[in-house]
């Protein structure tokens, strides 16, 4: 739990942000303040090189930097994209393990949630904390203060159905399935061995899906799951494609594996967070 007045720190670990974002990051600074945070920045917030805003070793100490501030109570970052990855192998685990700071972000930061619960234990959220200047701002900033400032699960509560079985229960890792591949045979991907693998993903109709979920099942990753929560798959959504996510899982995954589905997670600018690295109880575990 964070209070009033409390220092957060604003990364961008993936793709920069454009010059043209710029009223937007402004607006999203005056809406943390307004509800009691201070947000400061990191040096590598826009984009100076392509999608750049540094090479991976500046990002990765921009980063550490807020770790390694005693005042900074929490991290989020606002970025998404494609290259978060690379910043991995220069974060200081160690350092991190001992940290109380919770780190907050959501698509290709996929990546470094993972990583961190890999090489720390350690908890993480999945959620972008742009959300709060969106079209849902009402309801995403009620939940977020009284997540935050109350402790209350407002922002994690969600509403969910089961497909297949009825229960799972277990530590909940994944997040945006494209990204969380990027971790495949290295040393930041997760022990899936009864874990809850959560899958969401913006981009991608049936081939693109399907291929991830091939790689996810020669990885061996249904065999060793406990179950999978599926969030939103927003493409896939929008052209209304056949066969559904939910059916390219089902064939996929086999019919042992408890598979359960929400619409409240995802990229959506009403989408609530989950917590990579907690345990998870849904249905009749």
């Known amino acids: 739990m964070m209070k009033t007045g409390d220092r957060i720190g604003i990364v961008c670990c993936s793709n ?3 010059s043209s974002y710029k009223e937007k990051t402004e607006y999203l600074e005056t809406t943390l ?3 009691g945070l201070r947000p400061s920045f990191s040096e590598c917030i826009y984009e100076k090189e392509n999608v750049l805003t540094g090479t991976v070793k500046e990002r990765a100490q921009a980063l550490m930097k807020f770790y390694m501030d005693d005042e900074i109570k929490g991290i989020f970052d606002i970025s998404g994209g494609d290259i978060a990855n690379g910043i991995l ?4 685990y160690d350092f991190i393990a001992n940290s109380p700071k919770i ?4 698509s290709d930061l996929t990546t470094v949630i993972n990583a961190i619960y890999s090489k720390t234990g350690k908890e993480s959220v999945l ?4 959300n709060l200047i969106y079209d849902k701002q009402e309801e995403q900033l009620a939940n977020f203060k009284n997540t935050v400032f109350n402790g209350r699960d407002d922002l994690f ?3 969910y159905r089961f497909v297949q079985h009825k229960g799972m229960q277990g530590i909940v890792v994944g997040g945006n399935i494209r990204c969380f591949l990027k971790l495949a045979g290295t040393e930041f991907m997760p022990d899936l061995e009864g874990k ?3 899958l969401e993903s913006y981009n991608g109709t049936v081939p693109q899906i399907e291929t991830y979920l091939r790689q996810l099942q020669q990885l061996g990753a249904f065999k060793k799951a ?3 929560l599926l969030g939103t798959f927003t493409q896939m959504s929008a052209e209304k494609c056949i066969p559904t996510v939910e059916t390219l899982v089902c064939e996929t995954a086999g019919k042992d594996l408890p598979i359960a589905v929400t619409d409240e997670i995802g990229h959506g600018s009403d989408s609530k967070g989950i917590i990579i690295g907690r345990n998870l109880c849904l249905g009749q575990a």
């Open 89 to 92: 192998p220069y974060l200081d």
């Open 33 to 35: 303040s307004k509800i």
């Open 127 to 130: 959620y972008q904390i742009r």
């Open 196 to 198: 809850i693998l959560f």
């Open 16 to 18: 920069g942000q454009k």
């Open 103 to 106: 780190f907050w972000g959501y």
């Open 226 to 228: 406990a179950g999978i």
């Open 157 to 159: 509560r969600i509403r």
